[in-house]
């Protein structure tokens, strides 16, 4: 898959628009200007997060530092990892989207940004994804599956699709309590997007004030050329 060249203007412009989104709205923005024509929001969840990995490697590198909270003692933790240690290291298991609980069988399939964005809850979003479901061989509605059943329906789908729900092994260093910590890439993303581009709008309005050039004009620059000026505005 190609990826397309997402410069200064354009990833600014996801981010300006991307503000009044909800968070998965955000996250099929990014990967549409990234990788045009892929529709990205009929793309399994793990999928989709999987590319953003890639996505925010390409634009900020590989590695991902993090804070967290010990849950028995409180102590604070710096995190530092890498995009390589949660992409690829789970294979998906498809025969786990058809379940057989006592006298069920219910096949589903992976959830979807548009399903997500479709429906509030994960009552309705298991609903949403279940394809058939029989008992004794009859049809039944997906709402009325026991939660048993409906148990059962949702590990398959974490089992089928494990990067929709990333976990990063955590040891603290205070009490030596072992536990994992979710990562959310579509947040984690967003929140450097925004760092960046405000940083790169202080840099603009910096230069058009001491140069009088338009916004494009700066955005046009290579980072490297823009620190140059940057440095010998300030010198």
């Given at each position: 898959?190609?990826?397309?060249?997402?410069?200064?203007?354009?990833?600014?412009?996801?981010?300006?628009?991307?503000?009044?989104?909800?968070?998965?709205?955000?996250?099929?923005s990014l990967l549409a200007?990234?990788?045009?024509?892929?529709?990205?929001?009929?793309?399994?969840?793990?999928?989709?997060?999987?590319?953003?990995?890639?996505?925010?490697?390409?634009?900020?590198?590989?590695?991902?530092?993090?804070?967290?909270?010990?849950?028995?003692?409180?102590?604070?933790?710096?995190?530092?990892?890498?995009?390589?240690?949660?992409?690829?290291?789970?294979?998906?298991?498809?025969?786990?989207?058809?379940?057989?609980?006592?006298?069920?069988?219910?096949?589903?399939?992976?959830?979807?940004?548009?399903?997500?964005?479709?429906?509030?809850?994960?009552?309705?979003?298991?609903?949403?994804?279940?394809?058939?479901?029989?008992?004794?061989?009859?049809?039944?509605?997906?709402?009325?599956?026991?939660?048993?059943?409906?148990?059962?329906?949702?590990?398959?789908?974490?089992?089928?699709?494990?990067?929709?729900?990333?976990?990063?092994a955590i040891a603290c260093?205070?009490?030596?309590?072992?536990?994992?910590?979710?990562?959310?890439?579509?947040?984690?993303?967003?929140?450097?997007?925004?760092?960046?581009?405000?940083?790169?709008?202080?840099?603009?309005?910096?230069?058009?004030?001491?140069?009088?050039?338009?916004?494009?004009?700066?955005?046009?620059?290579?980072?490297?050329?823009?620190?140059?000026?940057?440095?010998?505005?300030?010198?």
């Amino acid at each position: 898959m190609t990826r397309t060249a997402l410069d200064a203007a354009a990833l600014l412009s996801v981010w300006e628009h991307g503000g009044a989104m909800p968070a998965p709205a955000r996250a099929v923005s990014l990967l549409a200007a990234a990788w045009p024509g892929t529709a990205w929001g009929e793309e399994s969840v793990g999928r989709r997060d999987e590319q953003l990995l890639t996505l925010r490697e390409q634009l900020f590198g590989e590695t991902l530092d993090a804070a967290a909270v010990c849950p028995d003692c409180g102590e604070r933790m710096d995190l530092r990892f890498a995009t390589h240690d949660v992409v690829g290291t789970t294979e998906p298991d498809l025969e786990a989207l058809t379940v057989r609980v006592d006298s069920y069988e219910v096949r589903s399939r992976l959830p979807t940004t548009d399903d997500l964005l479709a429906v509030a809850g994960e009552d309705a979003l298991l609903e949403r994804c279940v394809e058939s479901a029989r008992r004794r061989g009859k049809p039944v509605a997906a709402g009325s599956l026991p939660d048993a059943v409906r148990a059962a329906v949702a590990e398959g789908m974490a089992k089928a699709d494990p990067h929709a729900d990333v976990q990063v092994a955590i040891a603290c260093p205070g009490c030596g309590r072992e536990c994992s910590l979710a990562f959310d890439i579509t947040s984690y993303l967003w929140s450097e997007i925004d760092d960046w581009a405000q940083r790169l709008l202080a840099d603009v309005h910096t230069l058009a004030s001491a140069y009088g050039w338009r916004e494009g004009d700066v955005l046009a620059m290579s980072a490297r050329r823009r620190r140059a000026y940057l440095e010998l505005q300030s010198a």
